[in-house]
């Protein structure tokens, strides 16, 4: 089999733990040269980094289960490089190292790493999707405060669609203002995707201000006046799910500044939607679809909580709640790159085997099935040109992808499966062989999640 494979045979594997911490290796090791240190200083920002890494990878319940049973009595693999340190010193790093430092290696990451996008999102434009999730705390995190028998957090998350990853967040309490939230993550170019909690005339016009765009679900209360009736742009095959479809030019009644939006109506069972939306460029079932992928925001959050243990929080202080929520995206978006690596490793390698394979077929009943010439040119036609980077956002094949729902939908959603899910199957087969070395054989496993 000739395949192209990442290992020499000349040099030891690395375990698929530090694998996985490849992509930051070389930042995280250029921080702890470059800050401060303390003439006594036993514990490093790298040892730390490396710890809470690994606490979030291996789905070990709790950090102090890590430290004082897992470390302290040498249960974990030496390969691993994980030393113990006393549960107090471990829990000093979160006062003593900056959020900034995991914020920097956080956004290192996002700007470096290579993830697969969803072609036929990316030709539509960028889409964030925006939401604040709540995460209950002790009684003694006066900060996170809520209510007034109840202590709670609130994370600030925008979600990108087109990678499927998360790329901005802000912590605050737990009434701390969405929209103000979003006020301070906004990014000219990007479309932004959000519930009703969102509906705010002002903030409509920040958006549009910092030459951005929205997506937004208004109340049922909704007044405004009708400037123009467009065609409803939806697949016959739609209306058995969408039904008293509308697509409109408006000027909303309470809106100051007298934006003129799209909104685009319609019913799926009991529920009424109304969707604002600046965007003309879109068709009315291209809107009606991205709204719907909102869902992903929610699923993420799921993710971060109860597969992630997002839920136990380690530090009580807000800084250290910071660190730690930069850590679970730090992790997460490592795990989406490696599973990205191992199944495109699996795919070249059964395209290989297929290739191989061919030779063996009967040449000459190959020869007798060559078709004509003019199927030939038909065959040529039929199959989709591969797309170049600068041709992705023009290219009106991928935009018709949206014409028929049952398509896009199957579509995306076996991409979604095969490139971005990572369940719990994958993450057990990933938790089983962090201590073992990052071979053809764990490639396989990973690339089979």
């Known amino acids: 089999m000739n395949v192209s494979s990442p290992f020499d045979e000349r040099t030891p594997c690395p375990t698929v733990f530090d694998t996985l911490l490849e992509p930051v290796r070389n930042y995280v ?107 209950p705390t002790v009684c003694s995190m006066s900060w996170a405060e809520y209510r007034s028998n109840t202590q709670a957090l609130k994370l600030h998350l925008c979600f990108e669609l087109n990678r499927m990853m998360p790329v901005d967040f802000l912590v605050g309490s737990g009434k701390s203002s969405e929209r103000a939230a979003l006020r301070q993550m906004l990014t000219d170019g990007v479309t932004y995707i959000a519930d009703r909690g969102y509906v705010c005339f002002q903030l409509f016009d920040d958006v549009l201000t910092s030459k951005a765009h929205l997506i937004f679900r208004m109340k049922a209360n909704l007044k405004y006046q009708v400037q123009t009736v467009l065609d409803a742009n939806i697949p016959v095959s739609a209306l058995t799910l969408f039904r008293n479809v509308t697509d409109q030019l408006i000027i909303c009644d309470n809106d100051p500044h007298k934006h003129l939006y799209r909104l685009v109506c319609f019913r799926v069972g009991p529920a009424h939607f109304l969707l604002l939306t600046d965007r003309r460029d879109l068709t009315t079932f291209q809107i009606m679809l991205l709204y719907a992928y909102r869902w992903q925001v929610e699923l993420i959050f799921r993710f971060l909580k109860r597969t992630m243990n997002g839920l136990h929080l380690i530090s009580n202080n807000k800084d250290g709640v910071t660190i730690q929520f930069y850590m679970l995206l730090i992790v997460s978006l490592l795990q989406l790159h490696l599973k990205q690596q191992a199944v495109g490793h699996t795919e070249r390698t059964s395209e290989v085997l297929a290739q191989e394979a061919q030779p063996h077929q009967d040449s000459t009943a190959s020869q007798e099935a060559t078709p004509p010439q003019d199927n030939i040119h038909a065959q040529e036609h039929t199959r989709p040109p591969e797309l170049k980077p600068t041709e992705i956002f023009h290219d009106v094949r991928l935009q018709d992808n949206f014409s028929h729902p049952y398509h896009f939908f199957q579509m995306i959603g076996e991409k979604l499966k095969k490139y971005w899910k990572i369940g719990i199957h994958w993450l057990s087969i990933l938790r089983s062989i962090l201590a073992q070395p990052f071979n053809e054989r764990a490639l396989e496993l990973l690339g089979s999640g």
């Open 29 to 135: 090791e250029q921080q702890e040269q470059e800050r401060s240190h303390h003439h006594n200083e036993t514990f490093t920002y790298l040892a730390f980094f490396r710890l809470l890494a690994y606490y979030y990878v291996s789905g070990i319940q709790s950090i102090a289960l890590l430290i004082n049973t897992y470390l302290k009595k040498g249960l974990l693999d030496s390969s691993l490089d994980l030393s113990y340190v006393p549960r107090t010193t471990f829990n000093e790093g979160f006062e003593r190292f900056s959020p900034d430092m995991f914020r920097d290696v956080f956004v290192f990451l996002f700007s470096s790493l290579s993830l697969q996008v969803v072609p036929e999102l990316a030709a539509l434009g960028v889409f964030y999707c925006v939401d604040g999730s709540l995460f």
